[in-house]
C-alpha cells in the first residue's frame, strides 16, 4: 500500500497541469517525466511550493530517466507534439507516432500493470498505437477525448440555454476529430432531452446544429486563439477525472477511446464509446442504440480512424 504513483509521460502544458491537479487532489506521488532536461525537474520545484500554501501532501519529482516511473499505478501520456495554427490533429501523425514508440518501451520495460491514459493527438490512433507499442492487455490503455469533447459541448449547450453546467449530460461519440459525433439525443438538461429543452427556451435547430458544430471544433477555436500550443486546461481535467475513476474503481460510464472489438459493429479497433472504468481499467464498453443517422456519421467517424491506423501501418512496419 502507500500512496498510489502516478506517471506524467510529457511534462509540458498538459502534463504541468496534470501534475498540479494530481497534488491538490493528493492523487499520490507524481513523477513528471521528459525528455527535455531540466524542465520536468524545474517544474516539479515549483509544483511542490505550491504544497505549503494549497496544504496538499504529494511527492512531485522531475526526471528524463523512464527508470523513474517504476512501479506506477497511473501513466498519463502528453509526449509529443501539439498543434499550430491551421493544422488538423492527423498533421501530428508521423512525428508523434515515434514518440508512441518510445513511450510504449518505456511504460512495457518500467510499469506494466499501469492504467495508461493517452491524450496525445490524433488520439485514436496514437492510443492504439501506444497500446500496440507496449503490449498491455487493452482494457489497460484507454484514450482521453470524449470527456473533454462532451465537457466542450456541455459548456456551449449551458451558455445558450443560460442553464447551470452541472445540470447538462452531454454525449458525444466517435473518434477526436473533426467527424465526431455529438449525440443530440442522448444529451440531457437533467433529465430532459436536449431538444425538447430547446423547444421549451425557443432555441432553434439550427442553433442547435451550430453548437454541435463548434463543439466539433473545439479544439481548433482554442488552437486559433492561443496561437501557439493548443487546449490544457480542460484536457488535464478530464484525464484527472479518469484516473479518479480507476483509482476509485468508481464503475463510471464516461466516454472514451476504448477499444472495441466487436461493439459498434467495430473490429479491433480505439474509438470513443461509453466506457466504464473501475479498478480493471476499461471494463465495459455500453453500446446504445442509434439513429440511422448517427449510425452513418458514427461511421464517417470510425473510417477516418482506420484510415489513421493505416497510415500507422504504413509508417512503422512494426505495427503491420
Ligand atoms: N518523450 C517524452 N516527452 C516528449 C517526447 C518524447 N519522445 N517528445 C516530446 N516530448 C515532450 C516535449 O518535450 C513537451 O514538453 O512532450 C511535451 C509536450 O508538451 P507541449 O508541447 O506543451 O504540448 P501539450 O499542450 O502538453 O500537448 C501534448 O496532447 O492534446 C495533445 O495535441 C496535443 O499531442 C499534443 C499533446
Known amino acids: 500500500t502507500g500512496r498510489k504513483k502516478i506517471a506524467l509521460i510529457g511534462s509540458g502544458m498538459i502534463g504541468g497541469t496534470l501534475a498540479h491537479l494530481a497534488a491538490k487532489k493528493e492523487m499520490g506521488d507524481i ?3 521528459d525528455i527535455a532536461e531540466g524542465m520536468p525537474q524545474g517544474k516539479a520545484l515549483d509544483l511542490s511550493q505550491c504544497g505549503p500554501v494549497e496544504g496538499f501532501d504529494a511527492k512531485i519529482t522531475g526526471s528524463n530517466d523512464y527508470a523513474d516511473i517504476a ?9 509529443g507534439v501539439p498543434r499550430k495554427p491551421g493544422m488538423s490533429r492527423d498533421d501530428l501523425l508521423g512525428i508523434n507516432l515515434k514518440v508512441m514508440k518510445s513511450v510504449g518501451e518505456g511504460i512495457k520495460n518500467n510499469c506494466p500493470d499501469a492504467f495508461v491514459i493517452c491524450i ?6 496514437m492510443v492504439w498505437a501506444l497500446r500496440e507499442f507496449s ?6 490503455v484507454v484514450g482521453m477525448a470524449g470527456v473533454l469533447d462532451s465537457a466542450r459541448f456541455a459548456t456551449f449547450l449551458a451558455w445558450e440555454f443560460d442553464c447551470s453546467v452541472k445540470d447538462v449530460n452531454a454525449f458525444v461519440l466517435g473518434g477526436h476529430g473533426d467527424t465526431m459525433v455529438p449525440v443530440t439525443s442522448y444529451t440531457t438538461i ?18 442547435i446544429d451550430e453548437i454541435v458544430d463548434r463543439t466539433r471544433k473545439g479544439g481548433g477555436e482554442i488552437v486559433g486563439l492561443l496561437g501557439n500550443g493548443s487546449a490544457y486546461y480542460a484536457p488535464a ?7 479518479e475513476a480507476y483509482l476509485g474503481d468508481q464503475k463510471r460510464i464516461l466516454p472514451c477511446a476504448s477499444y472495441v ?6 473490429d479491433g479497433l480505439y474509438v470513443g464509446v461509453p466506457t466504464v472504468i473501475g479498478a480493471d481499467g476499461t471494463e465495459d464498453v455500453i453500446e446504445i442504440e442509434l439513429s440511422d443517422e448517427e449510425k452513418s456519421n458514427l461511421k464517417v467517424s470510425t473510417d477516418a480512424v482506420e484510415e489513421l491506423l493505416e497510415a500507422c501501418k504504413g509508417l512503422d512496419s512494426s505495427l503491420a
Not at 237 to 243: E, H, L, P, R, V
Not at 261 to 266: A, Q
Open 31 to 33: 513523477v513528471l517525466f
Open 71 to 79: 512501479g506506477a499505478d497511473v501513466v498519463i501520456v502528453t509526449a
Open 120 to 125: 496525445t493527438n490524433p488520439l485514436d490512433a
Open 135 to 140: 503490449g498491455l492487455p487493452h482494457n489497460k
Open 190 to 207: 437533467n433529465g430532459i432531452p436536449v431538444n425538447d429543452f430547446a423547444k421549451i427556451k425557443g432555441v432553434s435547430e439550427s442553433r
Open 237 to 243: 481535467t478530464s484525464a484527472i477525472a479518469m484516473a
Open 261 to 266: 472489438d466487436g461493439k459498434y459493429g467495430l
